[in-house]
């Protein structure tokens, strides 16, 4: 039987970032995935597959938007499965990256599905139905999510699908439905639309993008809208009939039932973590409503088994995943390490506008009990998103009155998730308001709205 320092079940962003990172200091590390090395986030959604999707639907609505520059752009068309096509080439090869990184790393990849077992082991059932077992002193579990599936509307894969469908379709949808307006349902509805599909968003609650900042939903309601999108809030889909040619969706509203018909009802409610069958039970390794319970260090309640990315309590990111991975095994090195701020992660959509923030909302700070300064500068006010085209959205800053903490930062616009780093980065060094308009930003571009919105919550904002 093989033995190393750490076995790592699993292959996301939290998985091989993990068994990288073990490598490096130096501990003799496997890694086992039953399927695609790179998990969800660059094989079946997340953040990769994803992304190409949206960039065809940019170019797309670029292209059709071509006299908005002064150009003529005739014969614009879509080949929908190029776009798909396009989109699991680069999954593809994100994935050949990993395997490429661990092979660098010295890492020994174990392929088929994984239990662990007690002693510190996982037994492997390859493909071809054969077995081995490696043990290891450390096992670390990493085994993701999958789409969450409700009951009143069960995924038949066709007519009723996942995200994971939903990025391998053979034929674009006429008319399709998104239930949920969390990032995932936001990025598919933005992609199909954009690609011609109609589109109708279902969500349960008052607003879309429910998690964000009020002011940032109500901008992206009103973009969807002009983008063509149909939204409907504080409804829910009740039922399905995917009897006929189509699907037939009952949707309870405020005022009273509706049916809408589709080609297509992608549910995007969430996911549910791949803790079933793994063997967690038989090592006695503790869960809570579909979580497995951790410490700061992502021990888990037998000593050493951990567990890291969607299947513990965190935010399911990929950047979180990685992060968690990483500080476990520092940890598990006996480095000098701090434990994560949770307080202090990015959230990004990527749609058009594009959605990113950190930090407390304007309503969760004044809940805590802050006084606020709160700052807003509207990219229709910005040099650069003028020239751009992107006039779209705004950056929102909320800090503390009394002491000048940086509190949150909410962005919606073109760009904005490629510019929450410097909130970030600003919030991690505990800076304060005055510090940020003391840093030049470099004139024109998106990013000076982040400086001006610092300047209007101290009242000094030049360009409103
Ligand atoms: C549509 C979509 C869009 C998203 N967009 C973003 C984004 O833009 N940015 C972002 O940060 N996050 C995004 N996410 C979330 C992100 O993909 C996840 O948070 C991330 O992949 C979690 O990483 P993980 O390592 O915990 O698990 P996963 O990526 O789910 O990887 C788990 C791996 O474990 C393997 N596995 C499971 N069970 C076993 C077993 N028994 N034996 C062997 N292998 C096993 C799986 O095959 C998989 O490869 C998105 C998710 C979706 C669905």
Redesign the pocket.
């Given at each position: 039987m093989s033995k190393y320092d750490v076995i790592v079940?699993?292959?996301?962003?939290?998985?091989?970032v993990t068994a990288i990172r073990a490598s490096q200091l130096g501990l003799k590390t496997a890694i086992?995935?039953?399927?695609?090395?790179?998990?969800?986030?660059?094989?079946?959604?997340?953040?990769i597959p994803?992304?190409a999707l949206i960039k065809s639907a940019d170019v797309f609505n670029y292209l059709n938007h071509a006299e908005d520059y002064g150009l003529k752009v005739t014969g614009v068309d879509k080949d929908f499965n190029a776009v798909v096509k396009r989109s699991r080439d680069v999954a593809d090869g994100m994935s050949k990256g990993v395997q490429f990184l661990l092979k660098k790393n010295k890492i020994d990849v174990i392929m088929?599905?994984?239990?662990v077992k007690k002693g510190k082991k996982i037994e492997?059932k390859a493909d071809d139905g054969s077995t081995s077992t490696v043990e290891g002193n450390h096992i670390i579990i990493?085994?993701?999510?999958?789409?969450r599936v409700l009951p009143n509307l069960p995924q038949d894969g066709k007519k009723v699908i996942g995200?994971?469908e939903?990025?391998t379709l053979e034929k674009q949808p006429k008319k399709m439905i998104v239930v949920g307006s969390g990032?995932?349902g936001v990025?598919?509805a933005y992609f199909y639309n954009s690609m011609g599909t109609e589109v109708t968003i279902v969500e349960y609650v008052d607003r879309i993008v429910p998690v964000e900042d009020i002011d940032v939903s109500k901008q992206m309601e009103r973009s969807f809208k002009k983008a063509g999108i149909k939204i409907m809030t504080s409804s829910e889909v009740t039922g399905v009939d995917t009897s006929g040619n189509g699907v037939k969706a009952t949707v309870k509203t405020k005022k009273g039932e509706e049916v809408l018909e589709a080609d297509i009802v992608l549910s995007?409610v969430g996911?549910e973590t791949?803790l079933s069958?793994?063997g967690l039970e038989e090592v006695g390794i503790s869960t809570d409503r579909g979580k497995v319970l951790v410490n700061d260090w992502y021990q888990t309640n037998i000593p050493g088994y951990y567990a890291?990315?969607?299947?513990t309590a965190g935010p399911?990111?990929?950047?979180?995943?990685?992060a968690e991975?990483i500080l476990c095994v520092e940890k598990i090195a006996d480095m000098h390490v701090e434990p994560l701020d949770y307080g202090n992660i990015p959230g990004?959509?990527?749609s058009t506008p594009e959605i990113a923030s950190v930090g407390m909302t304007e309503a969760q700070a004044k809940e805590a009990g802050y006084e606020l300064k709160v700052g807003k500068f509207p990219f229709s006010a910005s040099g650069k998103a003028s020239a751009s085209g992107a006039k779209d959205g705004f950056v929102k800053v909320i800090f503390d009155a009394k002491y000048g903490e940086w509190l949150g930062c909410h962005m919606i616009g073109a760009g904005v998730t490629d510019m929450i780093a410097e909130a970030v980065l600003g919030r991690k060094l505990e800076t304060t308001g005055h510090e940020v308009l003391k840093a030049i930003h470099p004139h024109p571009t998106m990013s000076e709205a982040v400086m001006e919105a610092v300047a209007d919550a101290y009242g000094e904002v030049i360009h409103l």
């Open positions: 079940l699993g292959s996301g962003p939290g998985g091989y086992v995935e039953k399927e695609s090395l790179g998990g969800v986030c660059l094989n079946w959604g997340g953040c994803t992304k088929g599905y994984g239990t492997v990493a085994t993701g999510a999958k789409s995200y994971r939903a990025m990032a995932i990025e598919f995007a996911i791949n069958n793994i890291i990315g969607d299947i399911a990111l990929a950047h979180v995943a990685s991975g990004c959509t990527y």
